[in-house]
């Protein structure tokens, strides 16, 4: 009965798959890019639902077969042969209806994007920014390791080394959807190398992970846009120093959910290429409206779940790092673990995949499925 109920679910599905295969080929289509790459999206979605329903159907169909074999064929052999069948594929089909059920809830839209993260030391002083330039270099080592690509746009670095601020940009595939569950507030308890009495102490950091806009994402006035340049900082005598290829932008935007107007300020010295600097800043604005814009939807989606583990609360304290004790413990799901050194060197698959499992059976129960 539970099988024929998620296959009803499933009907239907073929009809609207080639139709939208016809409309990503239509001209008029292609020539609109919002609703080009809405459908698109679209389209690999239903594809991925698709092989997973044909595949469901084929072991369902196998079995059936098998079981009738065995109930009603009397050489040993073939019993023998439907019996060993059934044994392998009964285990396949709650995974299949689980990974269906999955498939079945809307994505969140913003999941495939690109992401900008902002990391920034918090209370703590220097320890702080020497925290915030260790998630820094744990986050690029994780990116490198799944083969995403990343570029800082700016940082402001601490007197003791670290990070008061860093902002970058990581480029991949679904990066917003594995790493958002990151923003929050980070802290770490640990012994500073200025503590003369081996006193633990605990500092913290905050991580932002924004979706990065796409330009028909966001509406922007680009005459109003105000520039400047300036010299990059840098080491002395290179070409980054000699000319201004260091951008700033300001501009005038009026938040749609206050009501009020605010600057927002950016400034980008990521490359030595001036037109490039202003490409990347005003991507940043992009992104920057994007996020505000979305926050609404964003805590909607937070006021119904239990688990905060992708809300986009950035005050909320997600994860402690106790390095006396080797412990990181992500406090959103109670999940604790002891290989904080493998954890700093990018090894953070394991936590990720724990807040994917937590998340998915908050979307599951929503569904109703």
């Known amino acids: 009965m539970a099988e024929n109920t998620l296959l009803s679910k499933l009907e239907g599905l073929q009809h609207k798959f080639d139709e939208i295969s016809?409309?990503?080929?239509?001209?008029s289509v292609i020539a609109d890019m919002k609703r080009f790459v809405k459908l698109n999206?679209?389209?690999r979605d239903l594809e991925r639902v698709l092989n997973a329903k044909n595949k469901y159907e084929t072991i369902?169909?196998?079995l059936a077969e098998a079981k009738d074999i065995l109930a009603n064929e009397q050489d040993a052999e073939m019993r023998?042969?439907?019996k060993a069948e059934i044994d392998e594929l009964e285990p396949q089909i709650a995974p299949m209806e689980e990974e269906i059920k999955l498939l079945l809830i809307p994505a969140d839209p913003e999941d495939g994007k690109n992401i900008v993260m902002e990391i920034r030391g918090g209370t703590g002083g220097d320890e702080a920014a020497l925290f915030a330039g260790d998630l820094y270099r744990m986050y690029i080592k994780y990116c490198e390791n799944k083969g995403w690509k990343t570029a800082v746009s700016s940082f402001t670095e601490g007197s003791a080394g670290g990070f008061k601020e860093i902002i970058f940009t990581v480029t991949g595939e679904n990066?917003?959807?594995t790493l958002k569950y990151e923003s929050g507030v980070h802290r770490v308890q640990r012994v500073p190398a200025t503590e003369t009495q081996g006193r633990v102490h605990t500092s913290a950091a905050s991580v932002a992970v924004l979706p990065e806009a796409d330009e028909f994402d966001v509406v922007i006035n680009e005459g109003e846009i105000k520039w400047d340049t300036f010299r990059s900082g840098g080491a002395g005598g290179q070409n980054v120093n000699k000319v201004e290829s260091g951008v700033r932008l300001r501009y005038n935007w009026k938040n749609p959910n206050t009501g009020v107007v605010e600057e927002i300020l950016i400034e980008c010295t990521e490359t030595r290429d001036q037109p490039k600097n202003k490409e990347r800043a005003l991507s940043r604005l992009r992104t920057f409206i994007y996020d505000k814009e979305h926050q609404k939807y964003i805590d909607d989606i937070a006021s119904r779940r239990k688990t905060m583990v992708s809300t986009g609360d950035r005050s909320a304290k997600i994860r402690t790092y106790n390095y006396?004790?080797?412990?990181?413990?992500?406090?959103?799901?109670?999940y604790t673990i002891y290989n904080l050194s493998a954890f700093?060197?990018?090894?953070i698959q394991g936590v990720i995949d724990q807040l994917t499992i937590a998340e998915n059976a908050e979307r599951l129960k929503e569904s109703e499925l």
Not at 22 to 27: K, S
Not at 328 to 333: E, L
Not at 344 to 347: A, I, S, T, V
């Open 80 to 82: 023998e042969m439907a």
């Open 41 to 43: 999206k679209e389209y």
């Open 175 to 177: 990066v917003y959807g």
């Open 22 to 27: 016809t409309l990503i080929t239509d001209p």
């Open 60 to 62: 369902l169909a196998h």
């Open 324 to 334: 006396p004790q080797g412990r990181i413990t992500d406090h959103r799901i109670g």
């Open 344 to 347: 700093m060197d990018g090894e």
